[in-house]
Structures are given as C-alpha cells and as structure tokens.
C-alpha cells in the first residue's frame, strides 16, 4: 500500500507539470514516415528554412511514427540520414529529457522530448537538438546540417 501511494504522489507530481495544451508547433498528424535507404536510414530531401525546426522545444523533430516504446530506431534512422554541413560524419548523444505536453499517443496522456547534442569534426560547439518521438511532422535537416550522399 505504501509503495502504491508513492507511486501514486509521484504520478499527480509529473502530470500537474503538463500543460493541458500542447506548445507544439509544427505537428502533422498526417505526414508520410520517410522512405528508408538501403542503409536503414530515413532518406531525407530537404533543408528546413526554419531556424527553429529542431533547435526550438516548440519546434521538435516529429519522429513519432511508431508506437514511443519502438520509435528509438527512428532517432538512429533520422541522424543517420544528416551529416555536417559539408558531408562531416555526425555523432550524437542523448542528453537530456524535458518539456512534459499533452499526448493522446501516450497511455499516460502525456509525451517528453528527448534533447540530443549533435556534433561533427570542425564544430566548436555542438548543437543541441530535440526530438519528439510522439508526434508526427515533416521530416526534414535543421538549419545548419547537411544531408548525408546516400550510395
């Protein structure tokens, strides 16, 4: 009984944070999921003109185009479709977790973004990018990336 009311508090805790609307911007509930190449990467063909897609929490990349508990592999298939902004080879790291918003594709009724810093030979500083993988958007390179040459 105990560790259920703990449970319980931590759950009226996390939910009374999320606001009962979303900041989201840039969500397209009927946006086609990217093709794949034949290296299992999203084949991705356009620049975003928005200098906030991806660097902004209201402005995630959408990658929720499978349930969240499988959609990991979308994180892999969407960086490994970019590059630097002259074909460097991207590293990335997931760094943090934020920015609670209403979600009717979670059981919790809730979603998180998911920030991950992205860097490349050359770069000073790496950028930080988030990601939403509960919402679908058009899926497209931030500003200041490349698109990897897919063989």
């Known amino acids: 009984m105990k560790k259920f009311l703990s449970l319980l508090t931590i759950l009226v805790i996390a939910t009374s944070c999320i606001s009962t609307k979303s900041t989201l911007k840039n969500v397209d509930d009927k946006a086609p999921m990217p093709a794949l190449s034949k290296e299992k990467t999203f084949v991705i063909t356009e620049m975003s003109s928005d200098k906030n897609y991806g660097y902004d929490q209201d402005y995630p990349v959408n990658l929720g185009f499978m349930p969240a ?82 063989k």
């Open 69 to 150: 508990q499988a959609a990991e592999i979308n994180v892999k298939r969407y960086f490994g479709a970019l590059s630097g902004p002259n074909g460097e080879k991207l590293t990335y790291t997931k760094v943090d977790t934020c920015c609670p918003f209403p979600s009717p594709k979670n059981e919790m009724g809730a979603g998180l973004l998911d920030i991950y810093e992205v860097t490349w030979p050359g770069l000073n500083k790496p950028h930080r990018i988030y990601i939403n993988l509960y919402e679908r958007g058009k899926i497209m390179a931030p500003k200041g990336f490349g698109i990897r040459e897919i």
